[in-house]
């Protein structure tokens, strides 16, 4: 069973163009379930497997987990099975079990102010003896900008490179997006003034013994930045910012997304600036949009108050426009 899932997750990095990271998870789903039929089939087989096992899987394996789980890991068999099945022309049993209906979670709310309050931390930090503390910094400020900017995914903000910046045309090429496709973001004028302040102390953090001369932004070791210290840096950032969730990276680039569209920005525009395949998938946005734009509203409209004496009222006489 194992060659199969050798097979198919190879098929996904070579033929599909997946992300080291998709790759991952589907294998991860895979040898979950190959277990599973290990334990309860005497002579487990890919072909043996019917929808009673898949839903059983579901029910036993898969209990209490997050739905938006489920629904990943329902979606790794179907695609397992597509193409374990395609030369044979043999069913699919995992399009025959019903995907876990999703809840409709809304990405982390942050104000502008909210962000920019984030986003400003690092220049608040008080003054330390530490090695590269001024340079740290820059350094962090630069990062905070980048994100909030450009909208990046934490895996694409940790995988820039130097020559993935274009700052005489204020753009950033995004090469590890998922999938592996590459895009080109505006990089805003801030941006690119707290990028150039890091770049000029850049080489500080350089170290011989690792090899990361050509990342962007680099660890106090030389090497380069990642995913996780770039929350941590998030994290330190939030000193006196009250917003009652948790926020990461992932924040401010919903925070990007919803405030360009609530500046005016076309969805379509927005869609190709974070890298969505789909358009709906950037349509989520709408909905934290449309709230801000309905709060706007109900404070300023005279008879947007439900309290107003003529809340409601329709004069006689009166056209709608």
């Known amino acids: 069973m194992q060659r199969e899932i050798a097979e ?23 040898q979950q379930f190959a277990r599973f039929l290990a334990r309860h089939r005497q002579t487990p087989a890919w072909d043996q497997v019917d929808v009673e096992d898949l839903r059983f899987f579901l029910a036993r394996e898969l209990a209490g987990l997050k739905r938006s789980t489920r629904a990943r890991k329902l979606a790794s068999l179907r695609a397992f099975f597509d193409f374990y099945g395609q030369e044979e022309d043999r069913p699919n049993p995992a399009r025959l079990v019903s995907m876990p209906r999703q809840a ?53 903000l940790t995988g820039l490179d130097l020559e993935h910046l274009r700052l005489d045309l204020n753009l950033v090429r995004v ?18 003034r707290a990028v150039q302040a890091y770049l000029a102390v850049r ?11 050509d990342a962007l932004f680099l660890s106090q070791k030389g090497g380069r930045l990642s995913p996780r210290q770039v929350e941590r840096i998030v994290a330190q950032s939030l000193d006196g910012l009250a917003v009652g969730r948790k926020v990461s990276t992932h924040a401010l680039r919903h925070a990007m997304a919803t405030h360009l569209l609530e500046g005016g920005a076309d969805l379509r ?53």
């Open 203 to 213: 080489p500080r953090f350089l170290s011989k013994k690792r090899g990361a001369q």
């Open 104 to 156: 409709q979670d809304l990405p982390p709310r942050l104000s502008v102010d909210e962000a920019f309050h984030l986003v400003d931390a690092p220049g608040r930090r008080p003054e330390s003896g530490r090695k590269l503390a001024a340079e740290r910094r820059l350094r962090d400020a630069a990062l905070l900008e980048v994100a909030y900017s450009c909208g990046l995914r934490v895996s694409e």
């Open 175 to 192: 090469v590890r997006g998922k999938g592996g496709k590459e895009r080109l973001v505006p990089l805003g004028q801030k941006a690119a």
């Open 269 to 321: 525009s927005v869609q190709e600036m974070l890298g969505h395949q789909s358009l709906s998938t950037t349509q989520k946005y709408t909905h934290l949009a449309m709230d801000h734009l309905m709060k706007v509203y109900d404070r300023a409209h005279p008879r947007a108050a439900p309290d107003h004496p003529a809340a409601g009222e329709y004069r006689q006489g009166e056209e709608d426009d």
């Open 8 to 30: 198919f997750t190879d098929y996904l990095a070579h033929s599909k163009g997946a992300s080291v990271h998709t790759v991952a998870a589907y294998r991860r789903d895979l």
